[in-house]
Nanobody, 121 residues
Framework: DVQLVESGGGSVQAGGSLRLSCAASKYRYTSYCMGWFRQAPGKEREGVAGIDTDGSTIYADSVKGRFTISQDNAKNTLYLQMNSLKPEDTSMYYC????????????????WGQGTQVTVS
């Protein structure tokens, strides 16, 4: 299994920015799709962004142009830069890994972090 630990969440005013980090162990980026999901209370977990096995990036329509996913291979760390945050971005954010191409269905993913809370007011 891949161990994933998120950090960087917090409270911010609308229009502000946050950068989430996900430290990963025991994996090679080229073998995994790495992604970020979020889940608000009472709602289903939804995909936010992903980096596929070929290095291509994928974004949910709701975050395109505002969020950027990236990875630092040397540090085994995945990032999510979130700009122009909106109250509707308030959610628990999860880092995830999948031993295959990216999938928008959270049920297809193999490993998960514990989550980090983002609150936008």
């Amino acid at each position: 299994d891949v161990q994933l630990v998120e950090s960087g969440g917090g409270s911010v005013q609308a229009g502000g920015s946050l950068r989430l980090s996900c430290a990963a162990s025991k994996y090679r980026y080229t073998s995994y799709c790495m992604g970020w999901f979020r889940q608000a209370p009472g709602k289903e977990r939804e995909g936010v962004a992903g980096i596929d096995t070929d290095g291509s990036t994928i974004y949910a329509d709701s975050v395109k142009g505002r969020f950027t996913i990236s990875q630092d291979n040397a540090k085994n760390t995945l990032y999510l830069q979130m700009n122009s945050l909106k109250p509707e971005d308030t959610s628990m954010y999860y880092c995830a890994a999948r031993w295959s191409r990216c999938s928008s269905d959270w049920r297809d993913w193999d490993d998960w972090g514990q989550g980090t809370q983002v609150t936008v007011s």
